[in-house]
């Protein structure tokens, strides 16, 4: 067994690691969208109204963003994970044993937790339910669309971060890092809050606890996935901050503190309670977990072979 590197040492290379995979990942995005964007789509995307898309033409903005993004961003994933720094493509977590059953197991929990939000908030009478708008076109766009945008940040920041900070530093690390990474993604959407910050790390934390468990991207995609889908789509919340169509009308008529405000349900102090009993569900769940958590140690791959 190799000596373990300097901490400090291997922080540094973390950084420098990760700092690559951005680098490289803006600069295969900007390649498509200069060279090879205009081949196929026929928009001014300077000119292209982002939140009229987001609100209500999702198949459009999953062919023109979403999907080709999303393959861009899996190109760089695997040239630098399996290319460039040689570690085996297992630990990225597209295994397709268990996708099925992982991936509902996810959108299930999700679900369940935007649900008995959403009914605590009603039986409060913290917001009103106005009617019902059924377009199932929106309804099945949505859901696509909304699979395609987590599955992307899925992508990024539990099977890429997680596998790679563990690889330097160790499980807890990267659980940590990639959560704060994620709630830092969702600094400029509108209507964030200190709140929202909190939910934004507890449910990274959550879906990073999803990614170790089972070893793959599904549960936590599916989570994500069912979590956006849910809460704007069918029940009327913003999702991050952002409006889209709903099949329920929802009326917030109390404190942004329950509610979530403008930030959505996400800005809700129940969101994060449900989020963090979530936490204490799968730790009860998996008492074991810990024990299978990467130490800090230069041979941490093998570890994490010896895992799946």
């Known amino acids: ?20 995979f951005f ?7 900007a390649l498509y969208f200069i060279f090879i964007h205009d081949l196929f789509f026929d928009v001014d995307l300077v000119a292209l109204d982002m939140e009229a898309l987001i609100a ?36 990225l977590g597209f295994r397709k044993k268990g996708l099925v059953y992982e991936f509902c197991y996810g959108i299930l929990m999700g679900s369940l937790l ?18 019902i708008d059924w377009k199932w076109q929106l309804i099945l766009g949505f859901l696509l669309m909304f699979t395609v945008q987590s599955f992307q940040e899925e992508v990024v920041f539990r099977s890429y971060l997680i596998p790679t900070i563990e690889n330097r530093i160790g499980t ?30 507890v449910g990274g934390f959550l ?14 995609t599916g989570f994500h996935m069912a979590w956006n889908y849910v809460q704007s789509t069918i029940l009327g919340f913003e999702v991050s901050g952002v409006r889209t169509y709903s099949w329920i009308q929802l009326r917030e008529k109390g404190s942004d503190f329950f509610t979530g405000g403008e930030f959505g349900y996400e800005g809700s102090i129940f969101s994060v309670l449900f989020l963090l009993l979530c936490i204490v569900f799968l730790w009860k ?12 140690r230069k041979d941490n791959v093998d570890l994490i072979s010896e895992q799946t």
């Open 1 to 20: 067994m190799n000596e373990p590197t300097h901490p400090v040492l291997e922080s540094l290379f973390l950084f420098l690691e990760i700092l690559l």
């Open 23 to 29: 680098f490289l990942l803006i600069g295969a995005a």
């Open 56 to 91: 209500d033409q999702p198949i459009q903005l999953l062919l023109i963003n979403y999907i080709p993004t999303t393959f861009v961003l899996l190109l760089v994933l695997l040239l630098v994970h399996v290319v460039l720094f040689k570690r085996p493509e297992f630990t």
């Open 114 to 131: 935007i649900i008995g939000g959403f009914l605590l908030l009603w039986g409060s009478d913290q917001i009103d339910v106005m009617g």
């Open 172 to 201: 807890w690390a990267a659980l940590i890092i990639s959560s704060i990474g994620f709630m830092a993604l969702h600094l400029g959407n509108h209507g964030i809050s200190i709140i929202g910050c909190i939910n934004l790390a």
């Open 207 to 220: 879906m990073g606890m999803l990614f170790i468990i089972f070893r793959n991207i599904w549960a936590p």
């Open 285 to 296: 769940r998996y008492p074991d977990l810990t024990d299978n958590f990467i130490p800090f």
